[in-house]
């Protein structure tokens, strides 16, 4: 019989692969790369990300690690922004490419595209960018004088999830908050052979597992995974949760100990400790998961207490707010608030903290 893990385990044992149980002393190449990706729809939240993994990180480290392009950013998981390994992504884009196609035919782009081959849109701003990069104004511009009455800022989204692309390293740098719309687009190089669906399973259980087939579904956008699974089956071990979800691991991966204290974590949006499974209970309660993804895709950032998320954050002017879900005990407020400060001064000298009372 399967041995049944509990929540509380599952919960400690994602905290440390996160790197979130105590912050580690790796490069930060390695830490995104075992990370798979971390989440970059807007340029600062990587930055965030990596702080509350990395011990002695700072604003000023990604820079040079986008420059000379040993970290990128560009359209990964489930269609969306992540900082990535400049030579690990290529290799993913190849993996996720059926996900990719597939949002490109949405209905957001259906007025721009109707009646118009994708896989000519997509060659056309290869050819584009075959020449340097461009930013991506530009490259709807380009592509809209192709193809005359045309959206040329959707053609430009279509021809990002078609083409292989990455951001330039000054608009994903640290920088003012939100989407930055001068973002500039380059090729990115070819892959060195494709990546099997089996080995990106043993990357996502090495950051995220134990986890079922519907979680590594859900975090990659990928469908129709189970056979790589079943494939994998003789050489993992193979667990259950208290809801009988079975559960994959790799063979010689540590569980937690369930009672291991943990310290408080600040997370950025759509951090993708809330997105890695289809079951987000391990770190989220199901009451509590409309305040923190309301709906229109958004992901709040986030703090945890006790390994759980219990409230969300803003950034407000030069003041960092914080929102717990509910009062928190004194000695809780203190640990929240010293974290909150820490966090304060890895954002500027200027910026205070503000706790409301929940």
Do not use: C, K
Request: charged share 25%; hydrophobic share 45%; proline share 9%.
């Amino acid at each position: 019989m399967d041995d049944v893990l509990s929540l509380r385990t599952l919960n400690r044992t994602l905290l440390e692969r996160q790197f979130l149980t105590e912050r580690t002393g790796r490069p930060v190449p390695e830490v995104v790369e075992r990370l798979v990706a971390l989440q970059g729809q807007e340029p600062n939240w990587p930055h965030l990300g990596l702080w509350a993994r990395v011990a002695g990180f700072r604003r000023a480290d990604l820079g040079p690690l986008l420059a000379d392009g040993r970290l990128v950013r560009s359209l990964s998981l489930r269609g969306t922004q992540h900082l990535s390994g400049g030579a690990d992504l290529p290799q993913w884009r190849t993996l996720l490419r059926p996900v990719l196609e597939r949002l490109s035919r949405a209905r957001h782009f259906a007025v721009a595209t109707e009646g118009l081959d994708p896989d000519g849109i997509a060659l056309a701003a290869r050819e584009l960018l075959a020449e340097g990069p461009l930013p991506r104004r530009a490259l709807g511009q380009a592509l809209a004088r192709r193809r005359p009455g045309r959206d040329g800022r959707l053609l430009a989204g279509v021809a990002e999830l078609r083409v292989p692309m990455v951001h330039g390293p000054e608009t994903s740098a640290w920088g003012s908050w939100g989407t930055r719309p001068n973002v500039t687009l380059a090729l990115t190089g070819e892959p060195a052979g494709e990546l099997p669906v089996a080995a990106a399973v043993l990357r996502y259980l090495a950051a995220f597992g134990p986890a079922g087939v519907r979680d590594f579904q859900s975090w990659s956008g990928l469908t129709r995974t189970r056979a790589a699974f079943e494939a994998l089956r003789p050489g993992l071990r193979v667990y259950r949760d208290e809801r009988g979800t079975e559960l994959f691991d790799l063979p010689d991966a540590p569980l937690a100990d369930p009672e291991r204290p943990v310290p408080v974590r600040f997370l950025p949006a759509y951090d993708n400790l809330l997105l890695g499974h289809a079951d987000r209970t391990r770190v989220v309660a199901d009451v509590h998961r409309p305040l923190v993804m309301p709906g229109r895709a958004l992901v709040r950032p986030t703090f945890l207490l006790d390994g759980s998320v219990a409230g969300t954050w803003a950034v407000a002017g030069e003041e960092l707010r914080i929102s717990p879900f509910a009062p928190l005990p004194a000695a809780r407020a203190r640990a929240v608030t010293a974290e909150a400060e820490r966090l304060a001064a890895f954002l500027g000298p200027e910026w205070r903290v503000a706790l409301a009372a929940g």
